[in-house]
């Protein structure tokens, strides 16, 4: 890959792109993989298998469902939703574009500072309004101030991200509530990409008000993330508006039985998940007395860990064949590292790693 810097961007590219820096990631090949939440396990061999084997019984050369029909009536029957308000593209990154083209483009994209870096790169890119308001100290939402933001734009929309990106903290029902209730005709959407690691699920507020959304993917849980597959859950009229924006035969035959193989077989998920949250709370107590490095309590498949200095902990976990992401330049964040969840042996390699640490 080379590491050579582009040249000036051609005339007649817009300046909302030219002035947008890339996406902020550079792919490392270590053993021991926690810098991108992702779900330690692979798919289990058996349902490969036979996600392999149905692959190879369908056409190739033909087109797949237009909007992923038969994938939404499953996904609907999974969550007991209407099949109407499933939404499903190419990972909820995609779904996060198509909702700042729906209601941010000349409107305004409201959310909080630090977060998930998606949604103000798609806020910038596409020229909406961006707003951040900074997170509490304690990292909880900031519900009086984003109230206040809420009544002094125009209507956009508002990202709400439970649990947490970055910090993995979850905010009381109530709090949420009020926020959701608070923004009238702004088109609400509840990021819940990590909801199972958490036990939380805001679909009752989605189904109490006709501008509201529940992101989910199956990149973490269900340790997919190489299939590229998010959804959404909204009202069947919402949904409808949405779906305008998605490209036709967006998911493609090939990913599509491989998830259907998934949504017949999901008991495997609930046991990566119990066995994440055990090994979430057994790192969390093992670093509960480090002489100098913080882990953050989280209530998803990763922390914040705060240190004395986060290029120095970053390259020292490096040598160790470690690689986290490094979140120190974020509001609020100073010295912190993101740490995924792994598998017991991963992350006892990362507590190795860490006690060498003065």
């Given at each position: 890959?080379?590491t050579?810097p ?59 469902d ?36 729906l ?67 979850v ?5 949420i ?47 997919l ?10 009202t ?8 305008k ?70 390259a ?37 790693a860490?006690a060498?640490?003065?």
């Amino acid at each position: 890959m080379t590491t050579e810097p582009l040249a000036a961007a051609p005339a007649g590219v817009r300046a909302a792109v030219r002035g947008v820096p890339a996406y902020p990631f550079t792919p490392l090949d270590v053993p021991t993989k926690l810098d991108q939440n992702e779900n330690p396990y692979d798919f289990p061999e058996a349902l490969k298998a036979e996600a392999l084997r149905r692959m190879a019984a369908r056409p190739w050369n033909r087109y797949p469902d237009l909007h992923a029909d038969e994938l939404r009536r499953r996904i609907a029957a999974y969550e007991g939703w209407d099949e109407r308000g499933v939404v499903v593209t190419p990972g909820s990154n995609v779904l996060i574009k198509l909702l700042t083209e729906l209601a941010g483009i000349s409107q305004t994209v409201l959310t909080v500072s630090p977060t998930f870096s998606v949604y103000t790169l798609e806020a910038q890119l596409l020229g909406a309004k961006l707003v951040q308001v900074p997170l509490n100290a304690d990292f909880s939402l900031p519900v009086d101030a984003l109230k206040a933001e809420l009544k002094r734009h125009q209507p956009g929309v508002l990202y709400i991200t439970q649990p947490h990106a970055p910090t993995g903290h979850v905010d009381a029902d109530a709090a949420i509530r009020d926020l959701v209730d608070a923004a009238g005709d702004w088109v609400v959407v509840l990021d819940e990409a990590y909801h199972q690691y958490s036990r939380t699920d805001h679909k009752d507020l989605v189904l109490a008000g006709g501008n509201r959304l529940s992101l989910r993917t199956f990149s973490k849980a269900w340790g997919l993330a190489g299939l590229r597959l998010g959804y959404a859950l909204a009202t069947p009229e919402l949904a409808g508006q949405l779906q305008k924006l998605v490209p036709a035969f967006n998911v493609s035959t090939l990913a599509q039985a491989a998830l259907e193989v998934a949504l017949e077989q999901p008991q495997y998920v609930q046991e990566r998940v119990q066995e994440g949250i055990r090994e979430r709370g057994r790192v969390l107590a093992a670093l509960s007395g480090h002489p100098t490095c913080q882990a953050l309590p989280s209530e998803a498949n990763f922390f914040l860990l705060r240190t004395p200095d986060a290029a120095a902990t970053y390259a020292h976990l490096l040598g160790r064949g470690i690689v986290v992401r490094r979140q120190d330049s974020l509001p609020g964040l100073t010295g912190c590292l993101r740490v995924a969840i792994g598998t017991p042996a991963e992350n006892d390699a990362l507590l190795a790693a860490l006690a060498e640490l003065p």
